[in-house]
């Protein structure tokens, strides 16, 4: 996940030009400099080593933006949590969509909340999907990398045809 490119310094303009920094917080993750929070509700963590710098989404004052973002954190707290505990959770997270507010609740009791509007169509066909809801719930400590890993678990095998189509190009 290192980049040093053109193309991430662009992303950093356009998260940050013509823009106003409401908060500068600091950031818990690993190889995490800061958390930037803006006016117009995006937030982000610029993450850095001596190979390069990265841009990971995180919520903002409005919440998440995205799955991907949720999923992200949901595993990095897992980490952490685990680091601390020194021992590996095995306990999947809980979902529940309460007036169209989807809870990912932790084995830690931290919740994460999007609303199912940020989600894509094929995200909400899935979550509202009781094999596809637990399918989350599994891959949510696979944090940034749920995608990708969803294709490779039992749940994923038992979800139907029309649905496990919307997601074999990781892009859904």
Known sequence: MLYSSEKELDQLRKLLEGKTIQKIDPATLDESICKFILTDGTA?????T???FW???TAG???YKSLDALMSDYGDHI???DSKNKAFTEENAKIDII???IIFTSPFNKE???ALSNLSK???KLINHKTGKKLLERMASSGYFWRGFMHHSKIFKKLPKDLKEMFEDHNA
């Open 44 to 48: 982000f963590i610029l993450c850095a």
């Open 50 to 52: 001596e190979l390069g």
């Open 55 to 57: 841009i990971k989404e």
């Open 61 to 63: 004052i409005t919440g």
């Open 79 to 81: 980490y952490n949590a």
């Open 99 to 101: 007036n169209n507010i």
């Open 112 to 114: 994460f909340h999007i």
């Open 122 to 124: 094929n995200e909400q």
